[in-house]
């Protein structure tokens, strides 16, 4: 390192050259993908305005309306095909952050694409069908999902969960405007599958970061659920499979973790 | 940031869903045959889920603690190299021994992670290794530079740690900005110690100033705005520190040209510098 036969070598020129030259590959790499995300970003945003309109049309359309979204889910399998090109030469982690909210996002919409699917076009729902697990996602996009030691692209179970969180909230907002559009039915499967989902993540030591807080609000959507669900039971719009003891218990609980949030 | 993240609100969480919530740590088999039991058709794809979370979070834990301790014993190292009182001559017996046990130990800490940044997970706890790394290369850059006299390189440096451990291009770079810090304390000592060499700057005081005005200008034409990375505005954050602290030593060296030492040995006025003198304690 301490040759002297250059007259100034203390500060070598080249090891800033050498730092610039890398600085400006791993900006043109983020750019691709930047490039990459628009693309997919376009297509999920097509599927999402879609599927929204869920809220508005009558029951018997939702069929249609999610036979409408698949070319979409097509396009938008293809454009994450690209990204998977683009970013297959380098570590996964190195720039999964540019990607993982638009990942989620696809997943969401796969999710709740599925879960209408199957929880409107058949006259007897099964409501354990109604989560896509993360094995399905990965099929449905024909991408590779919670790898463990190999270095590829794949959906991990964190953007997975993210994306199930999501689902929760766009079904607590159906909730509401099923009972809108007099379908009854809807808001019990949603009812059940929410609760499902809570109990779920309870199981799961989430470490205090944005999945964490984002589980942590699921217990509004269960409140939110519960509430609908009873106005629908006491005004004998739907007949209370359950014993109403154990609803109204339910309630309670939920009660007395508002009151210890206020604390 | 990390640490208070780990312990941060769990408690309050355990107390509302006391039942429903598993303690972190050995998992209860009871317990979860009895969750498996029950009707919840997701519950067998999330308790598989909580293993895998379990064993992300224990390295991630793993990594921010070795990466606080890398912290710490750098900055060890870094108070041992300032007692040193040359550049590019070997150090003394007492300090060598010093900064050699401590980068051994800082070795031996990443050699312990090296297998939970390896493969998949290379590039995955980046962010919790990035502090401890930042600060070795401090170390590294200003041991190196007191042993040659010169700026360890991004290569150099790369050769200087463990195999399996990834050093990344802003993590060096950072580092190289806060060893100028330590440069400039260690050319101030040497100020106050003997002048600034005697001669107007040329003993190792003098190669200080050179050294690090050829430095700032070094990152000063440095572009790290590309690919709106956190590094630019890291770098934004540190280009002023650094330069203070080339105008610091600039202003020491100057002290010294204008005044002489704050502590002359056998120092005898300089007639040409006299008016100048006369000037500065004007002020």
């Known amino acids: 390192m301490a040759d002297s036969t250059t007259p100034y070598t203390a500060i070598d020129h080249d090891i800033f ?71 297959k030469a380098y570590p996964y982690y190195k720039y999964n952050g540019l990607w993982s909210r638009d990942l989620q996002n696809l997943t969401f919409l796969v999710l709740l694409e599925t879960w209408l699917e199957r929880m409107y076009t058949t006259d007897t729902p099964q409501p354990g069908n109604a989560l896509l697990t993360i094995e399905e996602v990965g099929e449905r996009f024909e991408v590779p999902v919670n790898l463990q030691t190999e270095d590829k692209f794949h959906i991990t179970i964190e ?53 964490r807080r984002r589980s942590d609000g699921l217990k509004y959507n ?16 739907i007949a209370s499979e359950a014993p109403t003891e154990e609803h109204v218990g339910i309630k309670k609980e939920e009660d007395v973790e508002n009151k210890m949030d206020k604390d | 940031m990390e640490s208070g993240e780990l ?67 750098s900055k060890k190292m870094i108070f041992s190299l300032q007692r040193a009182r040359k ?19 800082i070795n031996r800490q990443l050699s312990g992670i090296a297998p939970d940044l390896h493969e998949l997970n290379a ?61 400039m304390r260690f050319g101030i000592t040497l100020i106050a110690l003997n002048g600034a060499g005697g001669d107007g700057g040329g003993g190792d005081a003098g190669k200080i100033l050179l050294d690090l005005r050829r430095l700032r200008e070094e990152f ?31 202003n020491a060296v100057y002290g010294v040209i204008v005044r002489g030492s704050e502590k002359p040995k056998g120092w005898v006025p300089d007639l040409d510098s006299q008016p100048l003198q006369m000037h500065s304690e004007d002020d």
């Open chain 1, 17 to 87: 050259a050498t730092v610039q030259e890398q600085i400006e590959r791993d900006a043109q790499v983020k750019e691709e993908i930047r490039d990459n995300l628009k693309s997919l970003d376009k297509q999920s945003k097509q599927i999402n305005s879609m599927l929204s309109r869920v809220h508005s049309v009558p029951p018997s359309e939702v069929p249609h309306l999610v036979a409408k979204t698949k070319p979409y889910f097509e396009n938008a399998r293809k454009e994450l095909h690209g990204l998977i090109e683009t970013v």
């Open chain 1, 159 to 211: 953007e997975y969960l993210h994306a199930v969180i999501s689902l929760v909230e766009e079904l607590s907002r159906l909730m509401t405007n099923a009972v809108t559009q007099r379908d009854f039915k809807r808001p019990q499967l949603i009812s059940t599958f929410v609760k499902d989902i809570h109990s779920s993540f309870q199981v799961l030591n989430l470490k205090n970061d944005s999945l």
């Open chain 1, 222 to 237: 269960v409140k939110k659920v519960e509430d609908i669900y009873y106005d629908l039971v006491v005004r004998n719009l």
């Open chain 2, 7 to 73: 312990h941060h609100k769990r408690p309050r969480q355990q107390q509302h869903h006391g039942s429903a919530r598993p303690k972190p740590g050995p998992h209860d088999a009871a317990r979860d045959a009895e969750l498996l039991a029950s009707n919840n058709p997701f519950m067998p794809m999330f308790l598989r889920f909580r293993g895998e979370l379990d064993e992300h979070h224990d390295r991630r834990e793993r990594v921010i603690k070795a990466s606080r301790d890398i912290t710490a014993l």
């Open chain 2, 87 to 105: 550049i590019g001559a070997p150090l003394p017996q007492q300090l060598l021994k010093e900064v050699t046990s401590r980068h051994a130990e």
């Open chain 2, 123 to 183: 590039h995955r706890y980046q962010r919790n290794i990035s502090g401890g790394l930042q600060e070795l290369m401090e170390a590294l850059a200003f041991q190196h530079y007191i042993l040659t006299g010169t700026l360890l390189s991004y290569t150099g440096a790369q050769k200087l740690i463990p195999d399996g451990i990834e050093l990344t291009v802003s993590d060096y770079i950072l580092g190289i900005f806060d060893f100028v810090g330590e440069a």
């Open chain 2, 220 to 250: 000063e034409a440095l572009d790290t705005t590309a690919g709106a990375g956190v590094l630019g505005k890291e770098v934004e954050k540190k280009m002023t520190v650094m330069k203070q602290c080339v105008e610091k030593v600039e």
